[in-house]
């Protein structure tokens, strides 16, 4: 036999895709990738830099009433924005400092019902997941009403910056 024809034999003309397997792939991955993204929602919180003395918009005679949230290893600070210590906290190992920080405000809630921003101040070493507690103990508490729990706004405008040096 020729060089030719052997090479002829070898290479098959039309060769068809069998893309059989890729679909019954598309179509169990395809549901199940939809379902699943239901389940995986995310809530984005708007928050903002405090703002200084210098910018705010009141008149320099008049000082507003602003609410202070300091977090420190040991303990958190509610307090004004005059430096006057509202209430120490202890911190929990337990977490049940979160609890008392959200009864501390509501009470404060009580006195200035208009009130909505709150500032907490973190230190730079303080974790993402206590930062993220303490945003959702400022930000609602849980009520019982008609049977139901529902939650209830305290100061949903939350700013944050840094804590001031410990000494």
């Given at each position: 036999m ?11 003309d ?32 708007d928050i ?16 507003t009433f ?17 430096n ?41 070493n ?17 009520t ?12 949903p405008?939350?700013s944050?910056?840094d ?5």
């Amino acid at each position: 036999m020729s060089r030719r024809s052997i090479r002829k034999a070898r290479s098959p003309d039309n060769v068809e895709l069998d893309i059989t397997a890729f679909m019954n792939l598309m179509v169990i991955l395809v549901p199940f990738l939809l379902i699943t993204a239901v389940f995986s929602h995310l809530t984005v919180l708007d928050i903002n830099l405090p703002t200084s003395a210098e910018n705010s918009k009141s008149t320099p005679n008049k000082k507003t009433f602003e609410i202070n949230v300091i977090m420190g290893k040991k303990q958190f600070v509610v307090a004004d924005n005059s430096n006057r210590i509202i209430k120490k906290i202890p911190v929990f190992k337990t977490g049940g400092h979160f609890r008392i920080l959200n009864n501390v405000l509501k009470q404060i809630k009580v006195r200035y019902p208009e009130k909505t921003n709150i500032t907490i101040l973190s230190q730079q070493n303080s974790s993402y997941d206590n930062l993220v507690k303490t945003m959702d103990a400022v930000r609602v508490f849980n009520t019982v009403e008609n049977g139901e729990i529902v939650q209830v706004e305290l100061f949903p405008d939350i700013s944050i910056g840094d804590a001031p040096a410990t000494r």
